[in-house]
C-alpha cells in the first residue's frame, strides 16, 4: 500500500525546500562532527622563567657563610647540592635550615637535597653524603619530627675520598 504522503504527492518548491534542509543538516552535522574529532585544545605558552639556579646557589652559600658553614653550593630546577668543606659534620644541620630560608627567597623548594659532610666519626678521607626529600624538611622545619626523625628519613652513604698526594720532601 502505497502513502499519498510520499515525495510525489509535494510540489516541486516543496521538494527543493526538503533538499535544501536535508543538505543544510548534513553540512551542520558535519561540521559538529569535525569539531568532535579535530584535536581544539590550545597550545599553552607558559612563560619561560629565567634560569635562576646560579643566584640561588649564591644566596645559599652566602646564607651558609653568615652561619659560619664554609661549603660549596650549587643548584638546578630539581637538586640542591652542598659539599661542606669545613670540618664539622654538625654543619649539615645549619644546611637543612638554609634550605627552608632559601625557598623564603624564592628559591626552590627543591625536590632533592644532597648534603655532603666530613664523617661524623672523624675518620680520615672519610665523607657522609645525605639526601633528603623537600617534604622532610619541610615536616622538620614545621615541627612535625625531631632531629631524630629527620635523621632516620634520610638516605646516607659514606665513601672514601682519595688523599690529595703531595711532592715528597728532598
Avoid at 49 to 75: G, I, M, T, W, Y
Avoid at 98 to 121: F, K, S, W
Wanted: aromatic share 6%; proline share 8%; charged share 15%.
Amino acid at each position: 500500500m502505497l502513502s499519498k504522503f510520499g515525495l510525489s504527492s509535494l510540489t516541486r518548491q516543496q521538494k527543493i525546500t526538503l533538499l535544501i534542509f536535508a543538505l543544510l543538516n548534513v553540512f551542520i552535522l558535519g561540521a559538529l562532527l569535525v569539531l568532535v574529532l579535530a584535536d581544539t585544545t590550545p597550545v599553552v605558552e607558559l612563560p619561560v622563567a629565567p634560569d635562576n639556579s646560579f643566584d640561588c646557589a649564591e644566596k645559599a652559600a652566602v646564607d651558609l657563610r653568615q652561619h659560619s658553614v664554609a661549603a660549596s653550593v650549587s643548584a638546578t630546577e630539581q637538586t640542591l647540592e652542598v659539599h661542606v668543606t669545613g670540618p664539622d659534620a654538625a654543619a649539615a644541620w645549619e644546611v637543612f635550615s638554609m634550605t627552608v630560608r632559601l625557598a623564603q627567597t624564592n628559591c626552590g623548594p627543591y625536590p632533592l637535597i644532597h648534603v655532603d659532610v666530613p664523617d661524623p666519626e672523624g675518620h680520615p678521607d672519610t665523607r657522609l653524603r645525605m639526601e633528603l626529600t623537600w617534604p622532610q624538611i619541610e615536616g622538620w622545619a614545621a615541627g612535625r619530627f625531631d632531629d631524630g626523625q629527620l635523621s632516620q628519613m634520610m638516605g646516607r652513604s659514606i665513601y672514601q675520598v682519595s688523599p690529595i698526594p703531595t711532592p715528597a720532601a728532598r
